[in-house]
């Protein structure tokens, strides 16, 4: 069964340790910045959300990669970065509409979530249970909707 990240805002507390264990899992350094995971912030409001790689079904990253570095993994339902055929263009980085691509200036490739290979370890080290790794249902998805709505209206009330 497909299993996908469901984010909780409202147990959220913007500690950022989600950050944390993922540049250390992946980069084997504490660095929020080479995190495949970024918790904006709205301390004004007491908002936060994890944001990350939503592994769209009709991915724009995938779409427009001139290499075609961007593939889906039918096993995990994830989509993928192959970083032997790509060329770090960053043209996965603008089509993402939620930002979800990071770049690594010195291998000068991007970045994004990868799932931890089925077991996110952002899920693993959030002690407020703020992020979980489910099976995909009309209520899991309908939450991940709400969540992303909800983004949208502080991207607009901000941006404006």
Not at 78 to 98: K, Q
């Amino acid at each position: 069964m497909e299993r996908i990240l469901i984010i909780d805002h409202e147990k959220c507390t913007g500690c950022r340790l989600c950050e944390l264990v993922c540049s250390v899992k992946h980069t084997r350094v504490s660095n929020p910045s080479k995190s495949r995971i970024s918790v904006m912030k709205w301390d004004m409001e007491g908002f936060y959300l994890p944001m990350v790689c939503q592994h769209c079904q009709d991915a724009p990253c995938m779409a427009v990669c001139p290499k075609n570095a961007i593939y889906r993994d039918e096993e995990l339902n994830r989509v993928m970065v192959d970083y032997d055929l790509c060329i770090g263009c960053r043209m996965c980085m603008t089509a993402c509409p939620f930002g979800a691509m990071g770049f690594d200036a010195k291998g000068k490739k991007v970045f994004k979530c990868d799932l931890c290979d089925g077991d996110p370890y952002c899920v693993s080290f959030c002690d407020m249970k703020a992020i979980d790794y489910v099976e995909a249902s009309s209520a899991n998805l309908k939450r991940k909707r709400e969540a992303g709505s909800r983004f949208s209206e502080l991207m607009r009330k901000y941006a404006g």
